[in-house]
């Protein structure tokens, strides 16, 4: 008998179960993902043949395959994109005001107890109260134009992350501060170099939110108050009886609403990993 040959060092030892491993392994890790992508796309096939069998009718509620194609040729005759531009400005001043102003407001709010207990009630009310209900008064202040919808914006979006900020220095380690206070620092310095680092997570949860209800805020207003925008698209294709192309619209600010939050869930992982480990 001839002695079995030997496998050579560099030669994998079984395969195909080293890749079956790789593979449920990969299934798991994207495990949500997938069931969420399958969700989706059960949802619109289901969507698809409701119409295409009659149960639903077509010119009312539209079909996915007549959205794609609307959403295409929006893209491709450049129709929306000046809808586009109209409400990004909108959103990124709004934006920028709600955080340059939330987060210190957030900080010495939580800081201070007296400011806190004087502003609760103001807050609990201006959170709870629908900012809908205010658009006239907005309108007889401002007018119909970007100041009023930008005023909607910051409205709409900066109670949660002035909440969320206060909410995260009220409860900042009490080693920090003792440490803060032995040393004797200045509030300025303990606001900027102690408070704003450790309430990192909070405020990036506060930005999460702010930002979704910021979006909502951009197409109320744009709706009640605007000429452009893709809340005023939207609005204007279904007086037009252009159900498609609203379909279309309403796709875009879901997807700009999700690239927004996928943003900031990043931004959240590289920067606060530190508190998941504590």
Same mark, same amino acid.
């Given at each position: ?140 202040? &401002?007018? =119909? ?5 930008? %005023? *909607? /914006?910051?409205?709409?979006?900066? +109670?949660? !992350?002035?909440?969320? #900020? ?74 037009? &009886?252009? =159900? ?5 619209? %309403? *796709? /875009?600010?879901?997807?700009?609403? +999700?690239? !927004?939050?996928?943003? #900031? ?14």
């Amino acid at each position: 008998m001839q002695p079995e040959t030997a496998a050579r060092p560099d030669e994998p030892r079984n395969p195909p179960v080293a890749e079956s491993r790789s593979l449920s392994t990969w299934l798991e890790r994207h495990r949500s993902g997938l069931l969420g992508f399958a969700g989706i796309v059960v949802v619109l096939v289901i969507w698809q043949v409701s119409t295409g069998t009659g149960l639903a009718d077509p010119s009312f509620s539209s079909n996915p395959l007549r959205i794609a194609k609307a959403e295409a040729d929006l893209f491709r005759t450049g129709e929306i994109y000046p809808y586009l531009k109209a409400s990004g400005l909108e959103m990124l001043w709004g934006l920028l005001i709600i955080i340059i102003a939330g987060i210190p407001i957030g900080l010495i709010r939580g800081r201070s107890r007296v400011l806190h207990d004087l502003t609760e009630p103001w807050v609990n009310i201006l959170y709870s109260t629908p900012y809908v209900i205010v658009i006239p008064i907005l309108i007889f202040w &401002s007018g =119909i134009g970007n100041t009023s919808r930008i %005023v *909607v /914006i910051v409205w709409a979006g900066i +109670l949660p !992350l002035v909440i969320n #900020v206060t909410t995260g220095v009220r409860n900042l380690d009490r080693d920090y501060i003792r440490v803060a206070t032995v040393f004797c620092t200045p509030r300025l310095t303990f606001l900027r170099s102690v408070a704003l680092p450790a309430t990192l997570p909070y405020i990036l949860a506060g930005v999460r939110l702010a930002i979704g209800r910021a979006l909502v805020g951009a197409i109320v207003a744009e709706l009640f108050l605007g000429n452009n925008g893709l809340g005023y698209y939207v609005q204007n294709s279904t007086t037009n &009886s252009n =159900i498609d192309g609203a379909m279309a619209g %309403v *796709v /875009i600010i879901a997807v700009v609403a +999700l690239l !927004l939050n996928w943003g #900031v869930r990043l931004i959240e992982r590289r920067f606060t990993h530190w508190a998941e480990a504590q």
